[in-house]
């Protein structure tokens, strides 16, 4: 497939030697096959830095590392974790891996113009998947814990989707011709990732347009089916900004 670029690390989901095949096989057979798509395209503007925010350090080691263990770790099992980056950048991600002795098994896609598009490049490296969920994710999301990702699969399994997001802590005010008036924050919340998605389901919703309204998946998902919200988690945030790598150094000093 044009654009891709494969690392071809020891899978982490083989048999274990201890266990019997045919248990092994029959967990198999019942389980649902899962996969992580991470979307990483920043270029680091707002952060004012010298290279991609994906490739900061944080704590020795790259943010974009990070977040792919944490899908590569979950105790569920992910068969595959697709990592999208601009073609210019792979030679990047590279030497980092090769620096880190990365032994994580992922895939590395070219991304597009939108983070739209990235996606459904991603998505295309899964297109040999006849069924399964998938999780979407920002790769500068590299703190977001192991119940979120859990819960994610979980409901996008039982409901077709599944979005983490969490109650707003601040007032918010919404703009008008008038002046500005309160909103009540106990109806709003703020949507992080991963958002999880059947994975035919996400296919038929990437077969559309483009739209300038598409600004996660869910958004490009929600005239197909409807979203199921869960508990997302504070710690979970996006690297952005100089605060928020402070905050998240700060969060993996407290956890670790």
Known sequence: MTGVFYFRYPTSSMPDDNQDPKTQSNQDLRETPRFAILVAGGS?????????????????????????????????????????????????????????????????????????????????????????????????????????????????????????????????????????????????RLVQTPQCFELELLRRAYQLPELPTFTDDASVVEDLHPIQLVSGDYRNLKITTPEDLLLAEAILRSTT
């Open 44 to 188: 680091g503007t707002r952060m004012g830095a010298a290279k991609p925010k994906q490739f900061l350090d944080l704590l020795g080691e790259p943010v974009l590392l990070h977040t792919l263990r944490r899908f590569s770790e979950t105790p569920l099992r992910v068969q595959q974790c697709v990592v999208v980056l601009p073609a210019e950048q792979f030679s990047t991600w590279h030497q980092l891996c090769a620096e880190h002795r990365v032994q994580l098994p992922h895939a590395v896609v070219a991304g597009g113009a939108t983070r739209w598009a990235s996606v459904r490049n991603g998505l295309a490296y899964l297109a040999d998947q006849s069924s399964g969920t998938v999780a979407v994710h920002d790769g500068v999301r590299p703190l977001v814990p192991a119940s979120v990702i859990e819960e994610c699969f979980a409901t996008a399994e039982a409901h077709g989707t599944a979005v983490a997001a969490v109650v707003p802590k601040d007032s918010v005010r919404n703009l008008s011709q008038q002046g500005s008036y309160a909103l009540d924050r106990a109806r709003l």
